[in-house]
Structures are given as C-alpha cells and as structure tokens.
DNA sequence: TTGCTAAGTGTTATGCTATAACATATCAAC
DNA sequence: GTTGATATGTTATAGCATAACACTTAGCAA
C-alpha cells in the first residue's frame, strides 16, 4: 500500500497526471471537462491539502469563473461524482484523488494542524466493514474512512518545518 | 463482532444499561452529569438513529430545558468527549454509543434512507489503519469509519416495515 | 435552417450546521 | 462568605450547502 501526500513526490509529474487522466476519463465516458471544472481540479491539485468549498470559490472569483456558492459545489459535485476528487467529511473540505482510475475505497490521514492529507486504499478496510455488512444485510454504497491526527512535519517535538 | 442497531434486541436494557453505566462514569470522574447532559443522551437513545443537533434542541426546548443552539452543542460536546455518544460525519448528526464503557474505535453502517445506524468495533481497521501510519510517520487521535448505505428494512426489494 | 433537448452556468435567496462572546448562575473548597 | 471553576442563558454571527429559476450553449434531428 502507498500513501500519497506526505512523501516526497514529483508533484509537477502528479498534477500532469491526474488531469490527463481526467480529460481522457471524460471523453471516454462523455463528460464535459469544462473550464470551470478543469481549473477547479487544477486548484485543488496544487497541494496535497484540503480545501473548503468557499475558499476554491475566492479562487474561482479572483480569475472572473463565478461568484456565488454554486459555482463551487456544482464543480466539487462533478469531480467527486466522477471520482477526481473527494470530500473529507471530518473537515467539510475537498481534495484531488490521488489515485485515479483506482475504483477504490479511499482512506485518508489528515493533518489536524497543517491540513495535509494523505490518500491510502483501504482495501483490508473495505473487506472487513463487507463483512459485517454481509452479515447484517446492509448494503454499503460508499465508505468514509478517515484517521485525524498529526502529520510527521507537525509532530510536537518536530515543529512544522 | 457484534453490529447492535439492526437486529431485535432488548431496547430497554440497551437505555438502561447505558444511562447506568454513564451515571457511574460521571461519578467514576468527577463529571456532573446534568439534567440537560443526562436528557440529551436519553433522546439520543431512543432509537439507534442519528439525530441532527438542532432535532435534539427542538426537543429539548418542547421540555424547557434550553432554546438557543449552544444548549445541544454543549451537551453533544459532553456527551461526546466522555464517549457517550458519536458524531456520524457522514450525516453531521448524533448518535448515543452503543458499546459504552469499551475503548474503542467505533465504525457504523449508516442508512441513508431511514438513518438507522448500526455501530460495529473496528479494531481491525484500526490496525490497517495504524500500520500505514506508522510507516508514514503519522499520529492518529481519532478514526472516523463510516459506511453509507441501506440497512436491511430500507432495501430496494423489501421496502422499510 | 430551424427547432428541440439536455446539460451547463448565472444569480438570488435561503436553510442548515456550528461557534464566538459575554452575562449570569450554581456549587464546592477554602 | 469569598473565591474559583464549571455550567447555563442569550445574542449574534460565521461557515457549509442547496433550492429554485432564468438564461445560455452544444448537439442532434427534422
């Protein structure tokens, strides 16, 4: 298993990447990868942090693509929909997927103090939550599985560097 | 592991046992245990549903026992700090604890149709999760592990009793 | 071309979730 | 009975999210 985010990566490689991937995804499956989407994926790539709606939305308002909520959450609709992005429930927030084209289970360890968030695959996860679901009847549509705490950079004997 | 939420159980001992053992844990630790706190967990566990804060105020203020928000934030912030209760992320709503006592991670399967939630131990979850932290260099303080779905009385084919 | 349809966008308004801040009350310890 | 700590009452506001409706654009068919 890997966990992208707190490593050392080649961040330039992984946002060319993903929107790649992004754009053949669309035209494979017929989505409209429009302006407003592509430059909100592209925003919440720059940095393996979350973001909240609103803030994405002053970004989106500063180069003239919108004003108001919606604009935000149609675009975090369509990327999280497509599976470009997810939402971290525990802070209200958004990240770009990464590891697209996974159909995964997403598992996630962020950063209470910088925000940083790394995205694990959860399949050891997945299979033992299948199994209590199989043997209650229930029928799992998606998973949240989220760990909050302290990344290596803000432990509290290593401040943040 | 046992899943309580779905299946037919004594709810009565359920309610007891609980408001029981958070007497002698308040007493255990000093804490007060107020008629505000201990009503608030009893409405929590009138079902094993999620129940919003404000739906929790609304009750509470019927009874006289507060009317403004902070009223139920404070008494959720009680209940959950003393491991009482939950927050379901997922559905920014409540939840009174059904393994009292026991520290533990919980994980719950939530219906999305009627919001029943089932809370399950995720020990084993906890451990996937806690090697990818380990090897990252990440301190987990809290785990959130939900599963969206529907429970058995809401399934497609057998529509909610 | 024209017109239809579906999808995307612009905009206003509103609702839900949560907390800051400050005043008042209660209670236990000294 | 004063002090200090904790709980409660209250007002206001911040932050997150969506409903609803008008307008536009792109693709397709007659």
Redesign the interface.
């Known amino acids: 298993?890997t966990?992208i985010g707190?490593?050392r990566h080649d961040h330039t490689k992984c946002v060319t990447n993903t929107l790649v991937g992004a754009e053949r995804y669309c035209i494979e499956n017929k989505l409209k990868f429009t302006p407003i989407r592509r430059r909100s994926l592209e925003i919440l790539l720059a940095e393996h942090r979350a973001l909240g709606a609103y803030d994405l939305l002053a970004i989106l308002a500063r180069e003239g693509l919108g004003t108001a909520p919606p604009v935000a959450y149609r675009a975090l609709d369509f990327l999280t929909s497509a599976g470009f992005a997810h939402k971290i429930?525990?802070l209200n927030a958004y990240i770009a997927c990464a590891h697209l084209g996974a159909d995964h289970a997403p598992?996630f360890?962020i950063?209470?103090s910088c925000k940083a968030v790394?995205e694990?695959e959860?399949d050891?996860?997945r299979h033992?939550?299948g199994e209590?679901?199989r043997?209650?009847?229930?029928?799992?549509?998606?998973?949240?599985?989220?760990?909050?705490?302290?990344?290596?950079k803000c432990?509290p004997e290593a401040p943040c560097a």
Chains 1, 2 share one sequence.
């Not at 229930?138 to 302290?150: N, P, Q, S, Y």
């Open positions: 298993m966990a707190f490593d429930e525990g598992a360890l950063c209470t790394a694990a959860a050891t996860t033992h939550l209590v679901a043997a209650t009847g229930f029928t799992i549509r998606r998973t949240v599985i989220e760990a909050l705490g302290l990344c290596p432990q």
